[in-house]
């Protein structure tokens, strides 16, 4: 289950690392798990983002936390796999998290449902934070969402509710993804599935960015990593370079690689994409080259992004 990567030298010539590469999905699976963690010894990755609500997260996390010297460790908010952590009546009444397509349709829902959904998220949503905070010692470095639910219209005012509590004090606070990309990139990708899905989280994502930055909260420049989950090589690397290519100050890029398990029967249909990009990432190649990381101890403290973008 393990893989031979070949390591980042430190001492290599500096490039301008601007580019933030996100892996997503870490304790969904052992063999993401050991994936990441592999990728994130070898410098191969910038952050991991994890999911606190599944079984196997808290065997993971004190594995994640040794690694946060070498890598930003944030949280990927869960509202559509699995079972919450809360009683959330509306969103799950059976117990189980819905498919993203009825997160899609909250807005349709009468006042007194919305109003009811709103609640029931926020206070998952602040569940989360604290599950990742006590598995693993620390704050999250930034907060994403899986699915990107986090910028849905209803949802995200769950999630801003919820983060007004838990940081209402002064401090440094976690970075925000933006899971929108730049409109000229969109027309540049023609009409192929990726584009069609990147426009319509675009749409979803409408006035997000603006809602991040009034409450105070960092943000990526620009962002890039949806895909078509195509497994081959060749496509795994022309996805790879639109990403790379299609960057700003702050370049947040997500990618999705892993060792695929027979636990994620049931759990995940990316699998060859996952074993794909794990293969890609493991060699050096001008991605790579120019990845953003922390240079901070494993006890060190939240990222300061506001400090990092300016030396990016």
Not at 51 to 65: C, H, K, Q, S
Not at 88 to 111: H, N, Q, V, W, Y
Not at 129 to 152: I, K
Not at 282 to 307: F, K, M, Q, Y
């Amino acid at each position: 289950m393990t893989q031979q990567l070949v390591p980042v030298s430190r001492s290599q010539p500096e490039l301008a690392r601007n580019i933030v590469l996100v892996a997503d999905d870490y304790a969904m699976s052992a063999g993401i798990s050991l994936g990441i963690e592999s990728l994130a010894r070898n410098g191969r990755i910038s952050a991991a983002s994890a999911i606190v609500t599944l079984p196997r997260w808290r065997e993971d996390a004190p594995r994640l936390a040794t690694l946060r010297d070498r890598i930003a460790i944030g949280l990927h908010i869960n509202l559509t796999l699995g079972a919450p952590l809360t009683r959330m009546a509306t969103i799950a009444p059976d117990g189980k998290f819905p498919e993203i397509a009825k997160l899609m349709r909250l807005p349709l829902l009468s006042r007194h449902d919305r109003a009811h959904a709103e609640t029931e998220m926020a206070l998952e949503i602040a569940r989360q934070l604290a599950e990742f905070e006590d598995a693993t010692g620390f704050a999250p470095d930034f907060l994403d969402g899986h699915q990107h639910v986090h910028a849905l219209p209803v949802v995200r005012r769950a999630f801003f509710s919820a983060l007004s509590r838990h940081y209402a004090e002064f401090g440094r606070r976690p970075l925000i993804r933006i899971p929108s990309e730049r409109l000229a990139n969109l027309v540049g990708r023609g009409r192929g599935g990726a584009a069609a899905k990147s426009g319509v989280l675009k749409l979803l994502a409408a006035g997000f960015r603006h809602a991040v930055l009034r409450a105070g909260f960092p943000a990526n420049d620009t962002f890039a990593g949806v895909s078509a989950f195509r497994e081959s090589g060749a496509a795994v690397s022309g996805d790879m370079e639109r990403a790379r290519k299609a960057r700003g100050r702050l370049h947040l890029v997500m990618c999705h690689p892993g060792i695929p398990t027979p636990e994620l029967d049931g759990l995940d249909t990316v699998r060859a994409r996952r074993s794909a990009e794990m293969a890609f990432l493991g060699e050096r190649n001008p991605l790579t080259d120019r990845l953003w990381r922390p240079s901070r101890l494993a006890n060190g403290p939240v990222i300061d992004w506001g400090r990092e973008r300016e030396a990016m």
